[in-house]
């Protein structure tokens, strides 16, 4: 059995079955994590959302920002509506369905066995694994709970952008979802500077990825994540960066973790949309 970690799809459905044929993937054999962002942007959500959950146990993929955009969208919540393509998610016969299942992934997943943990964005320095695995666990219950309507129209924001255990209620959900679905780049202090999006270097003084963070209290645990086009493929302080930007015509890549050291196998991709609309 293989074990392949794939970076951002964002509706690229034909991209990742190519990738998926270069790889020689069999669902009955071997296992997908995808780090989230299955949509949006691309032109094909709707297949890569049918295709993802019909593989079942066969893969698992956290929750990414633009996964989350869907889920808001849906719940009625317009507020940062663009020329999206989820409509055809958004009015398609199974969308209840899709939503739901949707709604029910994690958005963080570890395997002690393999000594992998995958998010799709990042941790503050503050921390460890099992405080970002309770963390991930408060997220995933606003998430799958009868309240979650309530909190996907009050999702946006950037603050509170420090840690502290003291935080309640919205605050302290917005908080969690934007590290595990939004974060780049954090000061010294370890507060959240989210409108970083740009690659190592171009950062203003006093900022660093959060992998690099001299006090990062997650330091020893193995992490795969997505989320930064711009950093690309990027193996750093016990962590792999796998958005190798395949929706602007970088490529997709799949990481092989239960290989030693894990190997990444790119598929490059033709341009589904130019950067330069998102600035």
């Known amino acids: 059995m293989a074990v392949y970690a794939i970076g951002d799809i964002q509706g690229c459905y034909n991209e990742l079955r190519h990738l998926l044929e270069q790889i020689a993937f069999e669902p009955a054999r071997d296992r997908l994590w995808l780090v989230g962002d299955l949509v949006n942007r691309g ?26 955009h869907l889920l808001a969208l849906a719940a009625g919540n317009t507020r940062h509506k663009d020329a999206d393509s989820l409509d055809p998610v958004l009015t398609a016969p199974d969308r209840d369905e899709l939503l739901h299942w949707l709604r029910h992934r994690p958005v963080l997943h570890s395997d002690e066995g393999l000594g992998f943990h995958m998010i799709h964005a ?39 952008n420090q840690w502290s255990p003291a935080l309640q209620g919205i605050e302290r959900l917005r908080f969690i979802t934007n590290c595990f679905t939004r974060l780049r780049y954090c000061d010294l202090k ?8 740009g690659p190592p270097g171009s950062q203003k003084a006093g900022l660093v990825p959060w992998f690099e963070h001299p006090q990062r209290a997650s330091r020893d645990a193995r992490i795969v994540f997505g989320h930064w086009s711009t950093l690309g493929y990027h193996v750093a302080n016990n962590t792999w960066a796998l958005d190798t930007g395949c929706l602007w015509g970088g490529s997709l890549t799949a990481l092989r973790l239960d290989s030693q050291p894990p190997v990444a196998h790119p598929y490059n991709c033709r341009p589904q949309q130019n950067p330069l609309n998102y600035l």
């Open 122 to 160: 990042g941790l503050p320095p503050q921390w460890d694994m099992a405080t970002a695995t309770g963390c991930a666990r408060e997220l995933e219950r606003a998430l799958q709970g009868d309240e979650h309507l309530a909190f996907l129209l009050d999702m946006y924001g950037n603050k509170p």
């Open 190 to 197: 370890g507060r959240l500077k989210l409108k970083e999006k």
């Open 43 to 68: 032109p094909r959500s709707l297949e890569v959302l049918r295709f993802v959950k019909g593989l079942g146990e066969a893969a698992v993929s956290v929750l990414g920002n633009h996964d989350l």
